[in-house]
C-alpha cells in the first residue's frame, strides 16, 4: 500500500531479517535498551544506515524512517547512528523523522532517551512513538531497559500460561481473528493507513 502511494520515494530496508522469526525477536530483544556502540561494526545496522546513506535525498530534503515491531528496534538504532553523524558533520545536515510503530522500544530505555536528546537538539525533526502504539498491546516497550527484562517478558508473551503477567492469545499466535493482538494488526491495511496519516503528518508541517 505505501509503495503504490509513494512509488519509488518509498524504500523497504533489505537484508535486515532473518529467515527465521524467532531470532528478529531475539536480536530486537538484545538491542532495544541503549545505542549500539560502533553500528557500522553491527550487519544488521550496517546493511540499514548503508540503505540509508545510499539514497539520501538532495541537501535538506527530508528522510523519513518508518517502522514497526523489531523493525522498530533496528530505525530507532539507525536513527541515533544517522543523527550521531549528522553532529559530527560526518554526514550532510537533513531533517530526519522518525516513527516507531508497534515498538519493542521502551520509551524508559536509553536508546529512546538519546533519540529524544537528538530531538531535542533538532537534529531529529519529529520523533513518533504513542500515536502509532495499539492498546492492549502487550509488546509494547516488551525491551525495557535491560536485556534479562526484556528476555523474562518476551518469553511470558509468547508462553502465557508459563506467566502469571501475561495472559493468552501467545504471542505467536497468528490466527487471524483470536491470535496476538501484534500479529493481527501486522496485517491489517488499517495499520499502513495509520503509518501514511502519520508521515503525511509530517509533510504538512
Known amino acids: 500500500m505505501m509503495s503504490e502511494r509513494y512509488g519509488e520515494d518509498f524504500r523497504i530496508i533489505q537484508d535486515i531479517y532473518s529467515r527465521y522469526p524467532f531470532l528478529n525477536v531475539v536480536w530486537a530483544l538484545t538491542h532495544a535498551q541503549r545505542p549500539v556502540y560502533r553500528a557500522f561494526k553491527n550487519r544488521i545496522l ?8 545510499s539514497v539520501a535525498p538532495e541537501e535538506n530534503r527530508s528522510i523519513y524512517i518508518v517502522s514497526s ?8 538504532q539507525t536513527a541515533c547512528c544517522l543523527a550521531a553523524r549528522i553532529e559530527s558533520g560526518i554526514f550532510e545536515p537533513h531533517p530526519l523523522h522518525v516513527a516507531l510503530g508497534a515498538s519493542m522500544v521502551s520509551k524508559k530505555s536509553k536508546l529512546f532517551k538519546r533519540l ?7 537534529i531529529i525533526s519529529n520523533l513518533v512513538y504513542d500515536p502509532l502504539q495499539d492498546e492492549g498491546d502487550n509488546s509494547t516497550g516488551i525491551g525495557g531497559t535491560t536485556r534479562i527484562g526484556a528476555y523474562l517478558r518476551g518469553l511470558g508473551i509468547c508462553f502465557p500460561f508459563l506467566s502469571v503477567t501475561y495472559k493468552s492469545p501467545s504471542f505467536l499466535n497468528q ?21 501514511m496519516r502519520v508521515m503525511e503528518g509530517f509533510v504538512s508541517e
Open 116 to 122: 529524544s536528546d537528538f530531538h531535542n537538539k533538532g
Open 46 to 53: 550496517t546493511a540499514s544506515c548503508k540503505q540509508v546513506l
Open 69 to 76: 515491531s523489531y523493525g522498530s528496534v533496528v530505525a530507532a
Open 175 to 195: 490466527h487471524p481473528q483470536k491470535g496476538h493482538l501484534h500479529r493481527k494488526r501486522s496485517q491489517s491495511e488499517e495499520k499502513a493507513v495509520d503509518f
